[in-house]
């Protein structure tokens, strides 16, 4: 695949997080990457994400702010914004390096504001914390 069309790929599956992630823009053996988790695969992954999800009234929208793409790398600035079963609203940053394998995500590295998440989600699990 060409660059922009990487880039347009990793748009779409972080637009994707705000809802049913789609699975089909990735490879099967997808790793993913985050603070707290070290590398974990797509089952872990996915027990994180409904863990998550499990914290709110409703799906949590991400909006893009930014995007770099070079060769099978592209860079994604987000936010979230979604409201809490608390009552509280979850707005959180993020920067996604995505990688890819024969035009499919092959890996994802998070990297967000972790204070911020222990503040608003804590008590928190995280399948494979401390890898």
């Given at each position: ?5 990487n880039r ?24 993913w ?5 070290g ?7 996915l027990?994180v994400?409904e ?11 991400m909006t893009?702010?930014?995007?770099t ?7 994604v ?8 079963k608390?009552?509280?609203?979850y ?5 996604f390096l ?5 035009g ?16 608003a ?6 399948p494979g914390?401390?890898?």
């Amino acid at each position: 695949m060409s660059t922009e069309e990487n880039r347009r790929t990793a748009l779409k599956f972080v637009e994707s997080m705000g809802g049913k992630m789609d699975l089909s823009l990735t490879t099967e053996d997808l790793q993913w990457w985050g603070p707290r988790m070290g590398f974990i695969d797509i089952a872990d992954f996915l027990k994180v994400i409904e863990l998550f999800d499990a914290k709110f009234e409703r799906h949590v929208k991400m909006t893009v702010s930014g995007v770099t793409a070079e060769g099978d790398r592209v860079a994604v600035e987000a936010e979230s914004h979604g409201l809490l079963k608390n009552g509280k609203t979850y707005n959180n940053t993020y920067h996604f390096l995505i990688a890819f394998r024969d035009g499919k995500i092959c890996l994802v590295k998070e990297y967000n504001n972790t204070a911020y998440a222990a503040a608003a989600l804590e008590p928190w699990v995280v399948p494979g914390e401390g890898r």
